[in-house]
Antibody
Framework: QVTLKESGPVLVKPTETLTLTCTVS??????????VSWIRQPPGKAPEWLAH???????SYSISLQSRLTISMDTSKSQVVLTMTSMDAVDTATYYC????????????WGQGTRVTVSS | DIQMTQSPSTLAASVGDRVTITCRAS??????LAWYQQKPGKAPKLVIH???TVEGWVPSRFSGSGSGTEFTLTISSLQPDDFATYYC?????????FGGGTKVEIK
C-alpha cells in the first residue's frame, strides 16, 4: 500500500524559511520511474504544482517560484524535503506531497496534506 | 507557461443527470491531461490520466475525451458520491498547471 505523509510546522512567520518533509512507504525512491511532487492549495483555491524530484539529479520547479524552492531526497530515510524561503501570507495553504509516475507525469497517490499558516 | 481554463466553475445537477465539464489548454498538450476529484478536507484523487484512461477505482460512469487544447470529463449518470470539485491538470510541460476547478453541487 502506497502512503505519503507530510510533516512540518503549522505556523511560520513572514520572511522565514519553510521546511516540509514527505515520508513515503509502499514504493522506493530509488526507482527512477517514480518520484515525488509537492503541490499546494490555498484555502478555497485550485491546487498549484510546486516541484518534483525523480532522483537526486532530476528535479523541476515551478517557474514562478523556482528562486524560492529547493527539493531534495534522502533515499535511506524514504523522505523528500521541500524548502521554501521568504515566506509570506500569500503562501498560506495546505501543502501536499504526491507520488508521480515519470511515464504519465501524473500524481496517482497523495498524502493527506499539511496546513501551513504564515502569520506574525 | 501553459494555462488551463475550466468551465463551468460551478455546476448544479441532480442525481441521474449527465454532467460534462470542459477544460481548455492555452496551447497544444496532445493527450497529456489528467482529471482529479476533490472532496472537502481531502486530497485530490486521480480520476483520469492521458485524457481518457480511467483509474481502477473509478466507476464506469466516468469518462474523459479530447486532445490538443480541448478536453471533457463526463459523468453519465451523476450519483450522490460524485458531488465534489473536479480539476484538470496539464501533464505535458514541467510547470504542470491545474485548472481553476468545477464544483458539482446538488440542484
Amino acid at each position: 500500500q502506497v502512503t505519503l505523509k507530510e510533516s512540518g510546522p503549522v505556523l511560520v512567520k513572514p520572511t522565514e524559511t519553510l521546511t516540509l518533509t514527505c515520508t513515503v512507504s509502499g514504493f522506493s525512491l530509488t526507482n527512477s520511474r517514480m518520484g515525488v511532487s509537492w503541490i499546494r492549495q490555498p484555502p478555497g483555491k485550485a491546487p498549484e504544482w510546486l516541484a518534483h524530484i525523480f532522483s537526486k539529479d532530476e528535479k523541476s520547479y515551478s517557474i514562478s517560484l523556482q528562486s524560492r524552492l529547493t527539493i531534495s531526497m534522502d533515499t535511506s530515510k524514504s523522505q523528500v524535503v521541500l524548502t521554501m524561503t521568504s515566506m509570506d501570507a500569500v503562501d498560506t495553504a495546505t501543502y501536499y506531497c504526491a507520488r508521480i509516475h515519470k511515464g504519465s507525469m501524473v500524481e496517482d497517490s497523495w498524502g493527506q496534506g499539511t496546513r501551513v499558516t504564515v502569520s506574525s | 507557461d501553459i494555462q488551463m481554463t475550466q468551465s463551468p466553475s460551478t455546476l448544479a445537477a441532480s442525481v441521474g443527470d449527465r454532467v460534462t465539464i470542459t477544460c481548455r489548454a492555452s496551447q497544444n498538450i496532445g493527450t497529456w491531461l489528467a482529471w482529479y476529484q476533490q472532496k472537502p478536507g481531502k486530497a485530490p484523487k486521480l480520476v483520469i490520466h492521458q485524457a481518457s484512461t480511467v483509474e481502477g477505482w473509478v466507476p464506469s460512469r466516468f469518462s474523459g475525451s479530447g486532445s490538443g487544447t480541448e478536453f471533457t470529463l463526463t459523468i453519465s449518470s451523476l450519483q450522490p458520491d460524485d458531488f465534489a470539485t473536479y480539476y484538470c491538470q496539464q501533464c505535458k510541460s514541467y510547470s504542470r498547471a491545474f485548472g481553476g476547478g468545477t464544483k458539482v453541487e446538488i440542484k
